[in-house]
T-cell receptor, first 115, second 113 residues
Framework: AQSVTQLGSHVSVSEGALVLLRCNYS??????LFWYVQYPNQGLQLLLK??????LVKGINGFEAEFKKSETSFHLTKPSAHMSDAAEYFC?????????????FGQGTELSVKP | DGGITQSPKYLFRKEGQNVTLSCEQN?????MYWYRQDPGQGLRLIYY???????QKGDIAEGYSVSREKKESFPLTVTSAQKNPTAFYLC????????????FGDGTRLSIL
């Protein structure tokens, strides 16, 4: 069955440190992959997406992710964490049964940023 | 600006009562979705609709009902059969293709009185 695994339900970094949030997926077809961010009591906001083409994808707020087919991974990174990056992050993969925009979400990773 | 509007932001339900959560979008999207979010459990799909007058059950449809009479609207009813309705509910919409992201509303928090 299709799945998305986010390693680590909680990640803590110091301000200015590298942010690395891990995501692995399974899909029977070439996947479309997405990262979303959620601030408390708000909806999800799209950070970036991979559909086709360049495997290194740049998103908003200085985040980027690299699609590695051989590792079935789509890890999210940011070179220097800011306090405002504290939020929950969700990785998602498109449903592989051709059901339009339906997504399979990971369980989420809560990012804390220490001053 | 185009977007998704969920209302109300906060909702309280008495025991044995049905309540309806509103979701409206002006993005001209074909597909709409309802998710339930509980602490530590990510997003769980309740119902989705890919076209007007059609919808499918998601992973946790029991105790919920929906309708899709208009492209712009996808209301969710939490019925009295849903024994643990306290949660954060998110509505989303997307275009018809798999490479198009979902766009989310700001959510409705439902609590039991």
């Amino acid at each position: 069955a299709q799945s998305v695994t986010q390693l680590g339900s909680h990640v803590s970094v110091s301000e200015g440190a590298l942010v690395l949030l891990r995501c692995n997926y399974s899909s029977s077809v070439p996947p479309y992959l997405f990262w979303y961010v959620q601030y408390p009591n708000q909806g999800l906001q799209l950070l970036l997406k991979y559909t086709t083409g360049a495997t290194l994808v740049k998103g908003i707020n200085g985040f980027e992710a690299e699609f590695k087919k051989s590792e079935t991974s789509f890890h999210l990174t940011k070179p220097s964490a800011h306090m405002s990056d504290a939020a929950e992050y969700f990785c998602a993969v498109s449903d592989d049964r051709g059901q339009g925009g339906k997504l399979i979400f990971g369980q989420g990773t809560e990012l804390s940023v220490k001053p | 600006d185009g977007g998704i509007t969920q209302s109300p932001k906060y909702l309280f339900r008495k025991e044995g009562q049905n309540v309806t959560l509103s979701c409206e979008q002006n993005l001209n999207h074909d597909a709409m979705y309802w998710y339930r979010q509980d602490p530590g459990q990510g997003l769980r799909l309740i119902y989705y609709s890919q076209i007007v007058n059609d919808f499918q059950k998601g992973d946790i449809a029991e105790g919920y009902s929906v309708s899709r009479e208009k492209k712009e609207s996808f209301p969710l009813t939490v019925t009295s059969a849903q024994k643990n309705p306290t949660a954060f509910y998110l509505c989303a919409s997307s275009g018809p293709s798999s490479n198009q992201p979902q766009h989310f509303g700001d959510g409705t928090r439902l609590s039991i009185l």
